[in-house]
């Protein structure tokens, strides 16, 4: 397993392969022939770590601004901004587009 063998002279570098006469030319155990399918469509990367669904169908998001310099943001912006919010219709439209199946 582990060790060196030298090899004969005259013997091949590697093993060769079957010849073409031992080779089966119908192909074994082949799948019945199933029409094409469509590709799947790919839900946005971007929408799916900023968006989810309620149970009703609608989208919700998390309020921005909370990240970084929050010293220079007043209490009460920073009091409203926590939590989650439904978006508007319009803006769930374009969001839906990009999740096609959420």
Request: charged content about 30%; aromatic content about 6%; some cysteine.
């Amino acid at each position: 397993m582990g060790f060196w063998v030298a090899k004969a002279p005259g013997m091949p570098s590697r093993p060769s392969r079957p010849c073409a006469a031992r080779r089966s030319a119908v192909p074994t155990g082949s799948a019945p022939e199933k029409e094409p399918e469509m590709p799947k469509m790919k839900t946005k990367s971007a929408v799916k770590k900023r968006f989810s669904l309620t149970g009703t169908g609608k989208v919700r998001v998390k309020v921005g601004y909370k990240s970084h310099l929050l010293s220079n943001k007043g209490t009460k912006m920073k009091r409203q901004a926590r939590g989650t919010f439904i978006l508007c219709d319009a803006d769930e439209k374009i969001i839906k587009k990009y999740m096609p199946y959420g």
